[in-house]
């Protein structure tokens, strides 16, 4: 999950702004595999906003997944979290599953979550 060099935050700014406003009880946990074209074209965007909110890296964890000949994933935590499709990010909120990314969303997964976090803190 590399930064994209090219993500620009000037042009992200409210993401930006959500991500480095969370507190510490806020985690990532982001699951995908270095050999999946939807894990390699959408995370670096991802991983270029964190770095950009200045996320504290162990509040990001990341599980490497395989997928299997059936269309089925192993890997840590899968059968725990449902993991069905890859990329996958959870956004969890002191070990509660608050916002979850899931491969096909229409947005981007920085700009997915920040809108899912910044509704969450609206209806807090």
Request: aromatic share 8%; glycine share 8%.
């Amino acid at each position: 999950m590399s930064p994209d060099p090219a993500w620009d935050p000037g042009a992200h700014m409210d993401v930006v702004e959500t991500f480095s406003s969370l507190g510490e009880e806020y985690a990532f946990l982001v699951w995908g595999d270095d050999g999946c074209k939807d894990c390699r074209s959408r995370l670096p965007a991802f991983g270029a906003a964190l770095e950009a909110a200045a996320v504290p890296d162990d509040r990001v964890v990341q599980y490497p997944v395989e997928r299997l000949p059936e269309g089925k994933k192993r890997g840590p935590r899968v059968e725990a979290y449902g993991i069905e499709r890859i990329p996958t990010v959870v956004v969890e909120r002191d070990g509660e599953e608050v916002a979850r990314f899931v491969e096909r969303e229409a947005l981007p997964i920085p700009e997915f979550l920040a809108e899912r976090l910044r509704e969450l803190e609206a209806s807090a």
